[in-house]
């Protein structure tokens, strides 16, 4: 018999206004740059705080139990500056930084609730993917491009964070949530 393993991953989502603002980016992406390449679909956007890969239902269980003694409080996020990871000379993921001193806290002690289970986050790094590039045609410009894209400041608060399925699809993953945890001074 084969084991079901579930690609998961743990993350926040952008607010409404987050999203708005990410739209309006990606759009000036598509007019100005020459590329192949795809726009992650508002519905999608995320923050990963951690990603697990292809786990069992045990390492499931395992993790949702340990994810949900990790205590925290709202947090305070904001869009930062735009920029790429690179290879090869070439911009291949295109980012929108997010700040936010409690999500570095919060990543920490998802972090160490998993160190029995997973290995820990050698660079995370807090950033919305907002596309992915396969070819770009005038590569200096479109660094050039990328670095002056200034997002608006928007800021939000958030007090829940997830942990999610993936399914990959040919056109776009499939993101399903298997628990929701919500942060100990939320007021709902």
């Known amino acids: 018999m084969n084991e079901v393993l579930k ?5 926040i989502p952008a607010s409404d206004e987050a999203i708005k603002e990410i739209a309006r980016i990606q759009e000036q992406l598509k007019n100005k740059l020459q590329f192949i390449g795809k726009i992650t679909e508002l519905e999608n ?3 990963t705080l951690k990603f697990l890969g292809e786990i069992n239902q045990e390492a499931l269980n395992k993790t949702k139990e340990a994810l949900s003694k990790v205590k925290f409080v709202q947090l305070n996020l904001k869009l930062g500056h735009v920029g790429a990871f690179s290879y090869k ?20 002690q998802i972090d160490e609730s998993l160190q029995s289970l997973f ?3 050698e ?3 807090s950033h919305l993917t907002i596309a992915r590039i396969k070819y770009v045609k005038d590569i200096k410009y479109a660094k050039e491009y990328i670095k002056h894209l200034k997002p608006k400041p928007i ?15 040919p056109l776009s993953p499939i993101y399903r949530i298997l628990e929701e945890y919500i942060a100990k001074d939320a007021h709902i």
């Open 45 to 47: 956007l995320h923050l």
């Open 155 to 169: 800021s939000w608060t958030e007090n829940k964070f997830f942990l999610k399925e993936s399914e990959l699809k």
């Open 7 to 11: 690609r998961a991953f743990i993350c």
């Open 123 to 125: 660079r995370f790094m």
């Open 89 to 108: 000379g070439q911009p291949k993921i295109i980012w929108t930084k997010v700040l936010g001193k409690e999500l570095f806290n919060l990543q920490k």
């Open 119 to 121: 290995p820990k986050e």
